[in-house]
C-alpha cells in the first residue's frame, strides 16, 4: 500500500500520515491503526488552527486550550488525533522548553513543559477526525 506523506518517529521508523484518497475500505482500518487513530471512519478533511499559549496559561508546567480560547477545538474528541506544529518564532522556545501534546479531551488540548516558557508559544494544531 503507498501512502503519500510520513514522518519518522523517535526510534527512526517511518510513520504514514496522510493517506490517498483512492484507499478500501481495508485500507483505511490499516492505515487508521498505523497512526494511532480510533477505528471509526474520518469525518473529512482535517481541521487545522492557529493557537498560541500564552504565558499565563501555564500553571506547573501544564497549559489547557478549551472551546473558550479557540471555538475549533470544539473539533477535538477523546479519540482525534491532535498534532501541534510549532511557529517558525516559536520553535526555540518549544525546543528549549520540551513543550508538546499530553492530553486531550472533548473541546479541549493540554500541553506540558519541561521548563515554563516566559514568552507566549504558537504554531498550528491539526486535528484529524
Same mark, same amino acid.
Do not use: H
Given at each position: 500500500?503507498?501512502?503519500?506523506?510520513?514522518?519518522?518517529?523517535?526510534?527512526?521508523?517511518?510513520?504514514?500520515?496522510?493517506?490517498?484518497?483512492?484507499?478500501?475500505?481495508? *485500507?483505511? !482500518?490499516?492505515?487508521? %491503526?498505523?497512526?494511532?487513530?480510533? #477505528? +471509526?471512519?474520518? &469525518?473529512?478533511?482535517?481541521?487545522? /488552527? *492557529?493557537? !498560541?499559549?500564552?504565558? %499565563?496559561?501555564?500553571?506547573?508546567? #501544564? +497549559?489547557?486550550? &478549551?472551546?473558550?480560547?479557540?471555538? /475549533?477545538?470544539?473539533?477535538?474528541?477523546?479519540?482525534?488525533?491532535?498534532?501541534?506544529? +510549532?511557529?517558525?518564532?516559536?520553535?526555540?522556545?518549544?525546543?528549549?522548553?520540551?513543550?508538546?501534546?499530553?492530553?486531550?479531551?472533548?473541546?479541549?488540548?493540554?500541553?506540558?513543559?519541561?521548563?515554563?516558557?516566559?514568552?507566549?508559544?504558537?504554531?498550528?494544531?491539526?486535528?484529524?477526525?
Amino acid at each position: 500500500m503507498a501512502y503519500i506523506s510520513k514522518i519518522v518517529s523517535n526510534d527512526g521508523e517511518a510513520l504514514d500520515i496522510a493517506p490517498p484518497p483512492d484507499l478500501t475500505e481495508a *485500507e483505511k !482500518t490499516e492505515y487508521r %491503526s498505523r497512526i494511532g487513530a480510533s #477505528s +471509526a471512519e474520518s &469525518t473529512g478533511a482535517p481541521v487545522r /488552527l *492557529e493557537v !498560541t499559549v500564552a504565558t %499565563s496559561k501555564w500553571v506547573s508546567g #501544564s +497549559a489547557s486550550l &478549551t472551546t473558550s480560547d479557540y471555538p /475549533l477545538l470544539s473539533n477535538v474528541a477523546p479519540g482525534s488525533l491532535v498534532q501541534f506544529f +510549532a511557529a517558525d518564532d516559536s520553535s526555540e522556545t518549544v525546543v528549549a522548553n520540551n513543550i508538546r501534546i499530553n492530553a486531550q479531551g472533548t473541546g479541549s488540548v493540554g500541553f506540558i513543559c519541561d521548563t515554563t516558557p516566559s514568552v507566549p508559544v504558537s504554531g498550528e494544531l491539526v486535528i484529524f477526525n
